[in-house]
């Protein structure tokens, strides 16, 4: 059974041989091939060599060209910083005034310098594994999106203080999260990933105005395309657990302060993806205790739930620690 | 139960002015009412109100120490109830915040008139490595709407930088936050960093941010801890209680 077939299984709540292990690796991935970050996240081809070195070394069910968050923002126009061996960092939002919204052009995905290279991973993870293990493709939320360009804080006023000007912003984060999505569908990517986190540090009654919609045309967007969609909101998203089922994801990742089985019943058809903590079960923990969550999250999240950390796998985090997830899943799913 | 936050608000305040004198009934009522108002516009976040509801309460004759008490660090309590019940989210947190500080700003010559003496001196900033700021503003804002003065050292700050602020400004707390596992390690440099300089038995450390845990600002060698800015209060209180 190759990974394709195991997730299609899992989706349909039918038996697979082991529960897909769907681990977000980046800052890892990198460093495990020896490569300094920055690299990973402005070269294709090192974030395919990467990702095929820890598919096959920790048995991941995946390859995903999620890197950072300012793929977009850098192709709006921001001014983004590449640390060596550090993560992206935008030290000046490119909307710093509301003004500047009126500034603001929708870049082209193919045109664009960090998207297209997006494109082109997904193309490569195509040649190299495609058919036979889910590529997976990545686009901010609207909202996470307009907080890219606007700076988080400032955005978070910009709800109370100016919801018009947030609304006409968010407009425009989802045309080009559209246009974007639909581009990686039509490179190869099975999935399309969406990231929102900070649609987790708002009150439920403003995720339903100010990120559901937006979530849900994009998700429209990529079924319209022929893929599948992945909904993740890092953060304690329990009170919002019955909107995020509405979003239409087919997958939804959970961290690891949310209860699995809660958020496996308020998901209905959708898989449950996730959730022991990322920093001290993975990276702190023995594989004993990697292993014992590992199953344990299965267990709660039910037939249709897929393995994973609460949020990225960090960087340093033991080898022998991976192993034991794998191991975990294998087992669990022998005893099925 | 399902009571409004401002009727909570409200009844909570009500149990905190007593005025004795029959005679000044009246004009407590209307110092209570500004008071009132004051808190109200707070939780609400109404920057524009506040400052002018701050002024009327002082050409009323209500003293700074009184305004800062009754009326600003206590509605900035409750914001930080409503946070750890759920009620309010960042976006509250924030414009309340923003109110308070706009009112402080009308307030603050008054205090040092008076001599009103904030509750300690507070160094924050996010460790070297990490820009990621919210919630060491968060932290920052629900301890200055506590009493506390703060030294916002900003971004990516080195340790030597928290050290010279502890041997300039007369710190009583370092506040660290870091959002990255890759940067909380930094945490632990600044503390040897206080030991290096000889003054880490003058002041005390605080640390914070999604990754960290109790565990971890034990091992760093930290003295106090908080999931999240409104506990991060009490802990500052503790430390120098």
Known sequence: MNAVERLSRRLRGEAADRPPNFDIMMQFAAHYIGQPLSRYYLDYRVLVQANLAVLNDFQLDIVQAISDPYREAADFGAVIEFPEDGLPVSKTPL???????????????????????????????????????????????????????????????????????????????????????RAQVEAGADIIGLGDAVASQIAPRLYE?????????????????????????????????????????????????????????????????????????????????????????????????????GCEIPDGTPHENLRAQARALREYGAQQ | MARSSKFVAKLKYGKITTFVSSTRIEVSKRMEAILQSIYDGILEGKAKVVPAKVQEALD???????????????????????????????????????????????????????DVKPAGKVAAGT?????????????????????????????????????????????????????????????????????????????????????????YANEVGADGYAPDASQAVAVAKSLIA
């Open chain 1, 95 to 181: 909307l710093a005034e509301p003004d500047d919204l009126k500034r603001l052009k929708p870049p082209d995905p193919a045109a664009g310098r960090r998207m297209s290279d997006r494109l082109e991973a997904i193309r490569r993870f195509r040649e190299e594994v495609g058919g036979e293990v889910p590529i997976m493709g990545w686009v901010e939320g609207a909202l996470a999106e307009a907080a890219d360009l606007r700076g988080v804080s400032n955005l978070m006023t910009d709800l109370y203080d100016r919801p018009e000007w947030v609304e006409e912003l968010l407009e425009i984060c989802t045309e080009v999260e559209i246009a974007f999505a």
């Open chain 2, 60 to 114: 009323a004759g209500i003293s700074p120490a009184q305004i800062l008490n009754d009326g600003m660090i206590r509605a900035m309590a409750e914001v930080g109830r409503l946070y750890e019940e759920g009620e309010y989210f960042v976006p509250e947190m924030l414009i309340a915040a923003r109110a308070m500080k706009e009112g402080l700003a009308v307030l603050r010559p008054h205090l040092l008139q008076a």
């Open chain 1, 209 to 309: 105005r100010c990120a559901l919609p937006y979530e849900q045309r994009i998700f429209a967007a990529v079924h319209e395309a022929g893929g599948l969609a992945r909904l993740h909101i890092c953060g304690n998203t329990t009170k919002i657990l019955s909107h995020m089922a509405r979003s239409g994801a087919d997958i939804i990742d959970i961290d690891w302060m949310v209860d699995m089985r809660a958020a496996a019943q308020a998901f209905g058809q959708a898989a449950v993806c996730g959730n022991f903590d990322p920093f001290a079960v993975m990276l702190q923990g023995t594989p004993e205790d990697v292993y014992a969550a590992t199953v344990e999250c299965m267990r709660l999240g039910g037939p249709r739930a897929i393995s994973a950390a």
């Open chain 2, 127 to 215: 460790v070297q490595g990490d820009l990621h700021d919210i919630g060491k503003n968060l932290v920052a804002l629900m301890l200055e709407g506590a009493g506390f003065e703060i030294l916002d050292l900003g971004v990516d700050v080195p340790a030597e930088k928290f050290v010279a602020a502890v041997q300039e400004h007369n710190v009583d707390i370092v506040a660290m936050s870091a959002l990255l596992t890759t940067t909380m390690s930094r945490m632990k440099d600044t503390v040897e960093a206080l030991k290096a300089a000889g003054l880490r038995d003058k002041v005390k450390v605080m640390v914070g941010g999604a990754p960290v845990t109790q565990s």
